[in-house]
């Protein structure tokens, strides 16, 4: 396993983060605490999960596989989601954000939390409390770095403005919905993230289980593409384009003898401004199978390959800056 630092922090994190949301709902508890234990065992130290993951069993889950071990794992959670029916028990609102904390902390067992994340920006809460609340957590020793997920670029530079010009502690991070079949973050939120230092952490490398090859073009009746709606929904994966990048990731992964799990991970770790790719599993079999993406490198050729097809189409005003770039 190998370490990155993420974002403009000096905090080492493993290529890969062991996402927990099947934790206790489609995984057994038995089967998730074994599933910490090997990727800790097999040098993996990002464990990343959320307080509104299966009602915050999750997180109890995750607290008690790593509770012998807490001061070797890395822990990321997250706030932002209604947690009750309580008008202020949703958002990321000062009050919301120190009772979730709390409550985080307690069903994590742990006395602090590494990389705690604000889910999604709030309309409702002006982003000048939001991080005057977590600059003051970091400050008491709660929460040791912050950072943000599922964000527009503008949100996630006015975050970083507003920290700079008040001093408070910036978002090291941002975790984004990433993939060879969902790149929408290269049209601004990549650039920005290099030029600002700000690490991104992928969630659904994988497509939602799409690119993992295991569907062909007919409407599966089972696993997470069958839901009507959301970002792993059938309709929203099952896209011509899709198919021609599964095509070739299936043809790549053929010729390298790897699974098509393995090469889209793979194509992850390659790319620029990434650093560790957040990847789930609801059974052993599968952990072990997205593990076989590291400890070997895809070769350029096979990479470019991938990389053109899932290409976005260029479009406005990309196309129009990049015709009076000034050369070097």
Partial sequence: MEYRLLGRSGLAVSELCLGTM????????????????RFMEQGGNFLDTANVYVGGRSEEIVGRAIKDRRSDVVLATKVRFATSTNANSVGVSRKHIIDAVEASLKRLDTDYIDLYQVHVWDHATPIEETLRALDDLVTAGKVRYIGCSNFFAWQLMKSLAVSDWNRYVRFISIQPQYSLVSREMDREMISLCLEENVG???????????????????????????????ESSWGNRSSSNNFAVLKAVRQVAKELDKTPAQVALAWLLRREGITSPIFGASTLAQYEENMGAIGWSMPEEAWKQLDEISTLPSEYPNRFIAKFARPL
């Fill in 22 to 37: 099947t934790f206790g709902n489609t995984t057994s508890e038995t089967d998730s605490i074994s599933m910490v234990h």
């Fill in 200 to 230: 991104i952490i992928p969630w659904a490398p994988l497509g939602g289980g799409f690119l993992t090859g295991r569907y062909g073009e007919e409407e599966p009746t089972s696993g997470r593409l069958t839901s009507k709606v959301g």
